[in-house]
């Protein structure tokens, strides 16, 4: 069992940045591959970024390719996402999730998943 935990939400203006947190506890993170996704009102969940167990391989959805960035920290049990240029249309709420998979980007292969925190990106 894992346990996920994602911080760092809030509200912020178009333009700004955020950088959000997840806080694994539970069996060993080092060996999960980190996933982050989000989910706007009316909408399916979609993928925003991965990372492999140790950081060397990242997966980006295109409309986040340049603006976030997803890195992990396994002394500290901890996933980051760093959240740049920020628009109305990133709204949602962000979840954090585990894969025993390299990087994944399809829903299906998470296993473990966090609550989300709420990102909202004020024009």
């Known amino acids: 069992q894992v346990q996920l935990v994602e911080s760092g939400g809030g509200l912020v203006q178009a333009g700004g940045s955020l950088r959000l947190s997840c806080a694994a506890s539970?069996?060993?993170?080092?060996?999960?591959?980190m996933g982050w996704f989000r989910q706007a009102p009316g909408k399916e969940r979609e993928f925003v970024a991965s990372?492999?167990?140790?950081?060397?391989?990242?997966n980006y959805a295109d409309s986040m390719k340049g603006r976030f960035t997803i890195s992990r920290d396994n002394a500290k049990n901890t996933v980051y996402l760093q959240m740049n240029s920020l628009k109305p249309e990133d709204t949602a709420v962000y979840y954090c999730?585990?894969?025993?998979?390299?990087?994944?980007?399809?829903?299906?292969?998470?296993?473990?998943w966090g609550r989300g925190t709420q990102v909202t990106v004020s024009s």
């Open positions: 539970g069996r060993s993170f080092g060996n999960y591959a």
């Open positions: 999730a585990t894969s025993p998979l390299i990087a994944p980007i399809t829903i299906g292969n998470y296993r473990y």
């Open positions: 990372i492999n167990w140790s950081g060397s391989i990242t």
